[in-house]
Nanobody
Framework: QVQLVESGGGLVQAGGSLTLSCKISGTPVYINALGWYRQGPGKQRELVAEIGRHESTTYADSVKGRFTISRDGWKNTVDLQMNSLTPEDTAVYYC????????????WGQGTQVTVSS
């Protein structure tokens, strides 16, 4: 069974950095995309960054140039390096995986809180 476990969240001052890591277990076959989403207070869940099957990346406009998504196939992890954090980045961050060839499946992690103080 595929499981995602996030780590690395916490409290940081504005301008600081954090790295979130998501460990993927259960060895999903044919991963199509790995992504990080976030949900701020009173807001809908939104895509932050995604890395596709051929290492193509997509970023939300609000994080371009500040956040970097990367994956490690050996460790089965996907990381989100976050720099120049602002209070607007405060949210619960969720890891997400889509896998499958003819049929697609997806799974969410439990989320990790990131709080940026001004």
């Amino acid at each position: 069974q595929v499981q995602l476990v996030e780590s690395g969240g916490g409290l940081v001052q504005a301008g600081g950095s954090l790295t979130l890591s998501c460990k993927i277990s259960g060895t999903p076959v044919y991963i199509n995309a790995l992504g990080w989403y976030r949900q701020g207070p009173g807001k809908q869940r939104e895509l932050v960054a995604e890395i596709g099957r051929h290492e193509s990346t997509t970023y939300a406009d609000s994080v371009k140039g500040r956040f970097t998504i990367s994956r490690d196939g050996w460790k089965n992890t996907v990381d989100l390096q976050m720099n120049s954090l602002t209070p607007e980045d405060t949210a619960v961050y969720y890891c997400h995986v889509i896998w499958g060839h003819l049929d697609e499946y997806d799974k969410w992690g439990q989320g990790t809180q990131v709080t940026v103080s001004s």
